[in-house]
């Protein structure tokens, strides 16, 4: 995308557009931040303030969206510019899900109150920093079209499922000598569950970057098509 | 501004005052003619004039059918002679006429048109009527066909010219020769026009006397054939209003009448002759 | 929903797929190298007087598909398809070399007839002309009767060509018509009924549809998808949402070059040149 358009206007809507995507994930960025960092503290209070900052997200999905097709209709776009495009609009419902995802685990840490057990090792953080490593990592690959960094995105998955695979027979035996870190486990669990969740979005972000840049359709294929 | 659109309104309708003035001015000279000439002639047209032979002077009665006879053989020799010679001459500078031959032609025949008709007459004289050693209608007929022949060649080549080339390049797409594509396609195209064009020239080589004089000349008599000299309508007006009889002068009025009737039935039948080609539209 | 009723419309799809020519997944191995060419160039050069306005063009055209030629104007793209049909050197000063493969026989050999290519090549123009003297049953007849043939059944040949093109039922009645007195849409297809009527192998269109309004352009368009199962069409177009309905190939030209040349939709979703993606996304100049 090295040259503008001849349309200057055309020009403008396209950078508008993509100017609100990344809008759009910065807030789910900070919220993302701001959920962990309220887990780490146990900070109830900072946990529901986050949940509010969730409309803001709702709000750009719709004002997207609604750009989007207007670009469609009175554009008809084609080639790198329809795929630029119709990445934006799938892009949007991912990024939408990881705030909304970002907000389960904010009301999550509102259950868990100051609530901490005496276990030694918590094993969510790290699951927390390769998930939104990805989601950082996926936006910045859409800003700069870089299909490579998108690829290395979808490696990241496996490590993520991985992790979370761990999580259950990790906190199960703590379950069951203790029944009192019950309530705090599920929690955990859940958390667990939406970081897993949470990184399967930002891989789909990351797939469709590949698409938008390459032209290649890399969704369903496993890992052995990424180059 | 009201003032100023007022202004315009008024200059407007003078303007077209005066149009349409000048219009009337310039249909004067025609209706007259037309009024004259029918009022003159309308008294000597009877059965008699289309059928009979002139009487000698003094007797009164007799006709100018021999006249109209000729006439009509000389139109139609001078069609023979010159409207395929002028068309296809018009075709090929419509084709070729950028080269520099086609140049020389185009030349030679706008210089043609101007040339004055007695000047073909004494041409035509020398070639043939000497060569012949006496007149004939043949020799009328080249002398008029001469004279057409610039008109139709500069006409056809107009005409053709204005056919959209998309009609060629229509034919040429169906796999059709050049030069069918041009004859039955261009040509036809242009046909109505060139028609028209053609009768005009006709209608004007049809009145003419002074190429007459000296190849056709005259004859009190009918003509046969082609080889003998023959009345015309021109030439008998010519004769009969110079001469000192009242008779012939009334006489004279009818041929120039019935000249112009011809000139007009050969437009009229020309036009819907072209029309009917095409189907109701 | 129960089991059973959507297993019959899963199955009742399948059934739809299968039964209608154009299957997907057999088109997505579909490439420009695996077409079979009706027609070929190779190096082709076409010059007006000392101007060069096509600089070795070698590109094959599939048979029974579309092939739409898009570019600039200048590209070259009449030029290269006038060629096609030896139409070219008809203007005065025009000339071409290389070669042009029709089957498998150069039609620029030198003892080959122009006028006998374009009984096989036929040409359709961007704005409709169809025999002003003419009446509408006698311009469908034109290419026969111009060419000295008399058809046996003249009346079935017109009815046959109008019904190919859509155009009998509107003109069944006013066959004598001339056959200007139709609208721009009517005229046009009556030329396309026209050239039909030789039976030619190709048909080239040279921007068909710029002097029509939508309504007509559709239904030339929609001529067209049903012309492609019988005939290689060649459609010239300066309108790129035309190509990208109507062609299963894409060209596009440039300065005289051909730039690249695949299916439609990789052309249009993923061009493999800069030059193309420029074009076609709006960021030419």
Not at chain 1, 62 to 80: G, K, M, T
Not at chain 1, 109 to 134: F, K, N, Y
Not at chain 2, 141 to 165: D, F, N, Q, S
Not at chain 3, 174 to 197: D, E, H, P, W
Request: proline share 4%.
């Amino acid at each position: 995308m090295n040259r503008r358009h001849t349309d200057r206007e055309y020009e403008g809507e396209l950078e508008s557009l993509r100017e609100r995507v990344l809008l759009m994930g910065a807030h789910v960025e900070e919220v993302l931040a701001l959920a962990m960092r309220a887990y780490v503290d146990r900070n109830v209070l900072l946990a529901r303030g986050t949940i509010e900052l969730d409309s803001t997200i709702d709000q750009l999905e719709l004002e997207i969206d609604e750009a989007a097709i207007q670009i469609l209709a009175r554009r008809q776009p084609v080639a790198s510019d329809l795929r630029f495009i119709t990445t934006t609009l799938k892009l949007v419902t991912d990024l939408e899900r990881i705030g909304d995802l970002g907000v389960n685990i904010c009301e999550r840490v509102a259950e868990l109150g100051a609530d901490r057990s005496e276990s030694p090792h918590d094993p969510i953080p790290r699951i927390a920093d390769v998930a939104q490593g990805m989601v950082h990592d996926a936006l910045d690959a859409f800003v700069a079209g870089d299909a490579v960094k998108a690829n290395q995105v979808i490696d990241r998955d496996k490590a993520v499922d991985a992790y979370y695979a761990q999580l259950y027979p990790e906190l199960l035996p703590r379950m069951m000598s203790n029944p009192n870190v019950v309530f705090e486990s599920t929690r955990l669990l859940s958390i667990g569950k939406s970081l897993e969740r949470l990184a399967d979005h930002a891989t789909n972000i990351a797939e469709m970057v590949v698409y938008m840049v390459k032209g290649q359709d890399v969704r369903h294929s496993g890992p052995a098509s990424h180059q | 501004m009201l003032d100023r659109y007022a202004r315009r309104r008024y200059v407007d309708v003078v303007v077209r005052a005066a149009c349409v003035i000048a219009t009337l001015i310039a249909l004067i000279p025609l209706i007259s003619v037309l009024y004259y000439v029918t009022r003159r002639g309308i008294g000597g047209i009877n059965l008699a004039f289309f059928t009979e032979l002139p009487k000698p002077v003094g007797e009164s009665g007799g006709g100018m059918a021999n006249a109209i006879q000729g006439t009509l053989k000389l139109v139609f020799l001078a069609c023979v002679f010159g409207i395929p010679p002028g068309v296809m001459a018009g075709v090929y500078l419509a084709e070729f006429g950028e080269s520099r031959f086609g140049k020389w032609v185009r030349f030679s025949a706008d210089v043609m048109s101007g040339v004055p008709s007695i000047t073909v007459g004494i041409f035509v004289y020398a070639l043939v009527v000497l060569h012949e050693k006496h007149f004939s209608a043949f020799a009328g007929g080249v002398a008029l066909a001469v004279l057409m022949l610039p008109t139709v060649t500069r006409t056809t080549e107009e005409l053709l010219k204005l056919v959209p080339e998309s009609l060629r390049e229509a034919a040429l797409g169906l796999g059709v020769p050049q030069w069918r594509a041009t004859l039955r396609v261009m040509l036809r195209t242009a046909a109505p026009g060139i028609a028209t064009g053609v009768m005009l020239a006709v209608a004007r080589v049809a009145g003419e006397t002074a190429p007459l004089l000296f190849t056709a000349f005259s004859n009190p008599f009918w003509s046969s054939g082609f080889d003998e000299p023959t009345a015309s309508l021109p030439m008998n007006i010519y004769n009969y209003a110079v001469s000192p009889y009242e008779e012939w002068h009334r006489q004279a009025w009818s041929a120039a009448l019935v000249l112009l009737l011809l000139v007009l039935l050969l437009n009229i039948s020309a036009r819907l002759l072209v029309r009917n080609r095409v189907g109701a539209r | 929903m129960s089991g059973a009723s959507s297993q019959s419309k899963i199955s009742r799809t399948n059934q739809r797929k299968g039964a209608s020519g154009d299957d997907k997944s057999r088109w997505d191995e579909v490439s420009v190298s695996t077409l079979v060419p009706k027609m070929r160039t190779t190096d082709l050069h076409a010059y007006f007087g000392q101007a060069e306005v096509l600089k070795g063009i070698s590109l094959q055209i599939a048979e029974k598909q579309v092939t739409a030629v898009i570019g600039p104007s200048g590209c070259g793209k009449s030029t290269f398809v006038r060629c096609l049909n030896r139409m070219h050197e008809v203007i005065p000063g025009a000339r071409a070399t290389g070669q042009v493969l029709l089957d498998k026989q150069d039609i620029y050999q030198g003892d080959v007839d122009a006028v006998r290519v374009r009984r096989r090549v036929g040409m359709v123009f961007q704005k409709p002309n169809p025999f002003p003297t003419m009446s509408i049953r006698d311009n469908v007849l034109a290419g026969l009767r111009l060419n000295g043939e008399r058809p046996d059944d003249p009346d079935a040949v017109v009815e046959k060509m109008l019904q190919r093109v859509a155009l009998w039922d509107e003109v069944k009645d006013i066959l004598g018509r001339a056959g200007t007195g139709l609208s721009g849409g009517q005229q046009q297809r009556l030329c396309i009924a026209r050239s039909l009527a030789l039976e030619p192998e190709v048909l080239l269109m040279d921007e068909p549809c710029s002097a029509l309004d939508p309504i007509a352009t559709a239904r030339v368009e929609e001529l067209i998808h049903e012309l492609r199962k019988s005939y290689t069409i060649v459609i010239v177009t300066h309108n790129m949402q035309q190509a990208a309905r109507v062609a299963n190939f894409t060209a596009f030209f440039y300065l005289g070059k051909l730039i690249e040349h695949d299916r439609t939709d990789v052309i249009f979703t993923r061009p493999k040149e800069q030059r193309t993606e420029d074009y076609i996304t709006g960021r030419f100049g």
